[in-house]
């Protein structure tokens, strides 16, 4: 009895238990491409800048998002995050970071951000998941587009 009682307090300590990650991304090389294009702008760089955004995800649902986001900001390569599933579930990291994007870009008063840093926290606890997102860069005005 001894036995089985310690055997379901280790299984349960290990159900109890969970995973946090945390990412930060920069680039590590520099980007090599050429993009060819009439427009020309000119964008003044400035202080810089933060935003901040975070989620709960309770098993396949996110709850506690924002509802405003920036387009565009998406980093995963495939286009589905990389799923193996014959549908595409939302990745709710990409979305949080959308979110930090445009906090920044609304309290700063910025066009762009410039040399966006991302630093992801995800606490993952297998039913559960927090995730916080904090975006740094430096604020981009657009001066003229010829």
Do not use: H, W
Request: some cysteine.
């Amino acid at each position: 009895m001894k036995k089985v009682l310690v055997a379901s307090s280790l299984i349960l300590a290990g159900a109890l238990t969970g995973c946090s990650s945390l990412n930060t991304s920069a680039p590590s090389l520099p980007l090599s491409g050429s993009v060819a294009t009439d427009v020309k702008a000119d964008i003044e760089v400035g202080e810089k800048i933060t935003g901040q955004s975070s989620a709960t995800k309770v098993l396949f649902f996110t709850l506690g998002a924002e509802t405003e986001y920036a387009d565009g900001v998406a980093y995963s390569a495939g286009g589905s995050g990389g799923s193996v599933l014959p549908f595409a579930l939302p990745n709710p990291v990409e979305s949080v970071k959308a979110a930090a994007a445009y906090n920044a870009i609304q309290e700063s008063g910025a066009d762009v951000i410039v040399a966006p840093r991302y630093t992801v926290q995800k606490d993952d606890y297998v039913v559960f998941a927090t995730i916080n997102v904090t975006v740094e860069g430096y604020k981009g005005t657009i001066k003229s587009v010829k």
